[in-house]
């Protein structure tokens, strides 16, 4: 019989509020930003044994244990969301050790997970922010996050850990916050917005806002965009998993003659597993946080987020800095081209880099599947 989770529970730190409005990036600013947070192990008497994950594109602040409810959320906290999505990389043993650390995930500025958000109630109107909800930059992600440090009393970090986009956010606060990481980890990310990727995200915005359901942002109360919704989780999907795996997941997949997908019918069980997949990811997430956070996306600029004029200036800030940069040879999401490069170019900055390539069939998904290929080197750089 496995172990049993032990049970956790999402915190809340608010900053600013109607006299104090929150300065973005992009000039705008809300009146008070709610972050959601969780928190596992203990921290050490200097504070000094800290490690902040950022999460991927729609995962959430809940990233170990058991996590029955989170109140307030206007999105389905479903089965897909009760169980930490890097159980097996927290707790007492694992990578992430919790008898040695104190690990820390935030739900996004912008999220759906009880952070401040486009579902989150607009002080001024008494309704949600819906369109009105401001653009945002990942560095405002970042931004929100360093508040939240200062709050829990941190003012170094042992280590800032993120896969995917949550590898943006984690370089991001490397360079511009240098002084208060002592080592970084970097899973299947990037430092730069790859055209196919742009390409990719466009699809999936152009799919949101095309659905009649959209209303220009204001759905709310009702129903709002599920098949743009839907859409953009397929097209985004693919990019999660090998297509060998993908194939193989799919033999799996009853396909019910006659089943239809409006006037199509099903002629494939691929297509009726991305399609159930696609189904079970738009009740528990916001249409206009996937867009804003998807906006933040390919407005990544690292040197503009940092002042600088060039890349490699601004990756030199993070000289002498220890890093681990894992690259999945299977993954379609990041290429591994791209971590070689991000590798080459942080040595060439003066950063101490160490690229690791894991060997796996799963694609970019590897990170949350496979915690084995991962967790000795990541205890070597925490150790």
């Known amino acids: 019989m496995p172990e049993p989770r032990p049970e956790v529970s999402t915190r809340f730190f608010t900053y600013g509020g109607p006299h104090a409005p929150v300065a973005?990036?992009?000039?705008?600013?809300?009146?008070?930003?709610?972050?959601?947070?969780?928190?596992?192990?203990?921290?050490?008497?200097?504070?000094?044994?800290?490690?902040?994950?950022?999460?991927?594109?729609?995962?959430?602040?809940?990233a170990a244990g058991w996590n029955p409810s989170v109140p307030g959320l206007a999105v389905e906290w479903n089965d897909d969301c009760q169980?930490?999505?890097?159980?097996?990389?927290?707790?007492?043993?694992?990578?992430?050790?919790?008898?040695?650390?104190?690990?820390?995930?935030?739900?996004?500025?912008?999220?759906?997970?009880?952070?401040?958000?486009?579902?989150?109630?607009?002080?001024?109107?008494?309704?949600?922010?819906g369109a009105a909800f401001p653009r945002i930059e990942l560095a405002d992600i970042v931004d929100s996050q360093v508040r939240m440090l200062d709050h829990l009393g941190i003012e170094r970090l042992h280590a800032v850990c993120g896969a995917s986009i949550g590898g943006l956010l984690a370089l991001d606060f490397s360079v511009r916050h240098r002084a208060r990481v002592s080592s970084a980890i970097l899973i299947a990310s990037g430092m730069e917005v790859q055209v196919l990727q742009r390409l990719m995200n466009f699809e999936q915005i152009f799919a949101i806002e095309s659905d009649g359901g959209f209303l220009g942002g204001d759905y709310l109360p009702g129903p709002g965009p599920t098949r743009?919704?839907?859409?953009?989780?397929?097209?985004?999907?693919?990019?999660?998993?090998s297509f060998d795996t993908l194939g193989a997941r799919s033999r799996d997949e009853i396909l019910v003659p006659g089943d239809h997908f409006g006037a199509y019918p099903?002629?494939?069980?691929?297509?009726?597993?991305?399609?159930?997949?696609?189904?079970?990811?738009?009740?528990?997430?916001?249409?206009?946080?996937?867009?804003?956070?998807?906006?933040?996306?390919?407005?990544?600029?690292?040197?503009?987020?940092?002042?600088?004029?060039?890349?490699?200036?601004?990756?030199?800030?993070?000289?002498?800095?220890?890093?681990?940069?894992?690259?999945?040879?299977?993954?379609?999401?990041?290429?591994?081209?791209?971590?070689?490069?991000?590798?080459?170019?942080l040595a060439e900055a003066g950063a101490e880099v160490l690229l690791k390539r894991v060997e796996s069939a799963k694609g970019h998904d590897s990170f949350l599947l496979e915690p084995e290929l991962y967790e000795e080197d990541i205890r070597d750089l925490l150790g």
């Open 24 to 62: 973005l990036r992009s000039g705008a600013s809300l009146p008070g930003v709610t972050l959601a947070f969780e928190t596992y192990g203990t921290l050490g008497p200097n504070a000094s044994n800290a490690v902040l994950v950022f999460h991927a594109m729609t995962g959430s602040q809940h």
């Open 83 to 129: 169980s930490g999505w890097w159980d097996g990389f927290i707790g007492p043993g694992k990578a992430l050790d919790t008898e040695k650390y104190f690990v820390i995930c935030a739900n996004y500025l912008g999220g759906c997970y009880g952070s401040t958000g486009p579902s989150s109630i607009n002080p001024a109107t008494n309704a949600p922010f």
């Open 228 to 241: 743009g919704l839907a859409l953009a989780r397929i097209i985004a999907h693919k990019t999660f998993i």
């Open 266 to 345: 099903l002629t494939h069980p691929v297509e009726s597993y991305m399609l159930h997949q696609a189904n079970k990811f738009v009740p528990r997430f916001d249409a206009n946080s996937y867009l804003r956070i998807v906006e933040a996306w390919q407005r990544f600029d690292l040197p503009k987020s940092a002042g600088e004029g060039q890349l490699m200036s601004a990756l030199r800030r993070c000289a002498g800095l220890p890093m681990l940069v894992f690259s999945i040879a299977s993954d379609v999401c990041f290429y591994p081209e791209e971590q070689e490069r991000m590798a080459a170019c």
